[in-house]
């Protein structure tokens, strides 16, 4: 029996493709995006229920593994690598024993104060149903609607914060 034989069959593959405009500069998104922490559940955590470890930080590449909380068999551990290509992109994948994803993450610049985040995921469910394509895409919406409302906030405050030079 070959190696191939062996490998499970995916239930089912999923590509999805979101645009999403940021009223930031670019490289203030693309450092707020690419600076991993063990905290950053603390955005999407009524959203997504999960434990954050950053395993190894490089200049080029991140490692994180996530925890979801379950009971027993339904715990599930994924283990995610980032390869950062600063200044404009990165990339993701993702491996569980429940569903591999990869993902691209492109910014451009569309003027200097609005950056559009391209993002491609192909996701590959090993086991079990997945979830209804409508509301996995209306799920990552969410999840980067929020992600983006943060950025421009801190965007926002960061350049309210800055001495103004008064005019007479």
Do not use: Q
């Not at 062996?6 to 590509?15: A, H, N, Q």
């Amino acid at each position: 029996m070959s190696v191939k034989a062996l490998r499970p069959r995916p239930v089912s593959v999923l590509t999805l493709r979101f645009k999403k405009p940021i009223r930031a500069p670019l490289g203030f998104v693309y450092r707020w995006c690419t600076d991993y922490r063990d905290d950053d559940n603390r955005f999407t955590e009524s959203i997504y229920h999960y434990r954050v470890k950053i395993a190894l930080r490089e200049p080029s590449r991140v490692v994180r593994v996530i925890t979801v909380p379950g009971r027993d068999a339904n715990r599930c551990t994924d283990v995610e690598i980032i390869e950062l290509h600063p200044p404009d992109r990165w990339s993701l994948t993702k491996l569980s024993w429940t569903d591999d994803e990869s993902g691209s993450y492109r910014l451009t610049a569309k003027n200097p104060s609005l950056t559009l985040l391209a993002m491609r995921f192909r996701r590959t469910w090993k086991v079990g149903a997945p979830p209804d394509s409508d509301r996995y895409r209306a799920l990552f919406n969410r999840v980067w609607d929020r992600y983006v409302g943060v950025i421009e906030s801190e965007y926002a405050r960061r350049t309210d914060s800055r001495p103004r030079v008064r005019t007479a």
